[in-house]
T-cell receptor, first 112, second 111 residues
Framework: EPEVTQTPSHQVTQMGQEVILRCVPI?????FYWYRQILGQKVEFLVS????????KSEIFDDQFSVERPDGSNFTLKIRSTKLEDSAMYFC??????????FGSGTRLTVV | GIQVEQSPPDLILQEGANSTLRCNFS?????LQWFHQNPWGQLINLFY???GTKQNGRLSATTVATERYSLLYISSSQTTDSGVYFC?????????????FGTGTLLAVQP
């Protein structure tokens, strides 16, 4: 069964540093997403990406965040100047136009 | 936007017991999924079920789209079933098709 691959699985970073979280969506999917889950809370939508541009973003997704599809396979989330409250599990997902979403295994980000 | 509510918030079962988890959504959806979050934090897709009934081993799910709810049944529960169960819904065709998650049901199965 096709998978969404995320790297790294864990990342520890110093406050103020920039991090890039990487994802390889399912190859024939057209829609890509990033979600965030703070420990003990529900999974929150950050951003959706379609046709090489952001189609929707949440209030959480401010100027600190950016997404990119640098080539035909990777989808990245960049967090600039990380803060303690950015510590969370970050999930990448992809979907066809209609149908279920497939989520990756997540990147656990810890900001110290 | 769509609101997704889950009940109960917490559930403790003895191994071998059956349970039903409920998901209510505030508006029409044409995507409804159930996930199990394991102790390592991974979201495991259980069912894609915008309508009807599906079964996979000891798990089954039913969505009644016209009444805006979905149920997840766990039979003969095992300790490995422990974790958080999320339902999530989306509506295609509007300005967005983002999946909205409920707050989850925390299930603990005791031996």
């Amino acid at each position: 069964e096709p998978e969404v691959t995320q790297t790294p699985s864990h990342q520890v970073t110093q406050m103020g540093q920039e991090v890039i979280l990487r994802c390889v969506p399912i190859s024939n999917h057209l829609y890509f997403y990033w979600y965030r889950q703070i420990l003990g809370q529900k999974v929150e939508f950050l951003v959706s990406f379609y046709n090489n541009e952001i189609s929707e973003k949440s209030e959480i997704f401010d100027d600190q965040f950016s997404v990119e599809r640098p080539d035909g396979s990777n989808f990245t989330l960049k967090i600039r100047s990380t803060k303690l409250e950015d510590s969370a599990m970050y999930f990448c997902a992809s979907s066809e136009q209609r149908g279920g979403y497939t989520f990756g295994s997540g990147t656990r980000l810890t900001v110290v | 936007g769509i609101q997704v509510e889950q009940s109960p918030p917490d559930l403790i079962l003895q191994e071998g017991a059956n349970s039903t988890l409920r998901c209510n959504f505030s508006d029409s959806v044409n995507n409804l999924q159930w996930f199990h979050q394991n102790p390592w934090g991974q979201l495991i897709n259980l069912f894609y079920i915008p309508s009807g009934t599906k079964q996979n081993g000891r798990l089954s799910a039913t969505t009644v789209a016209t009444e805006r709810y979905s149920l997840l049944y766990i039979s003969s529960s095992q300790t490995t079933d422990s974790g958080v169960y999320f339902c999530a819904g989306a509506f295609y065709g509007g300005a967005t098709n983002k999946l909205i998650f409920g707050t989850g049901t925390l299930l603990a199965v005791q031996p």
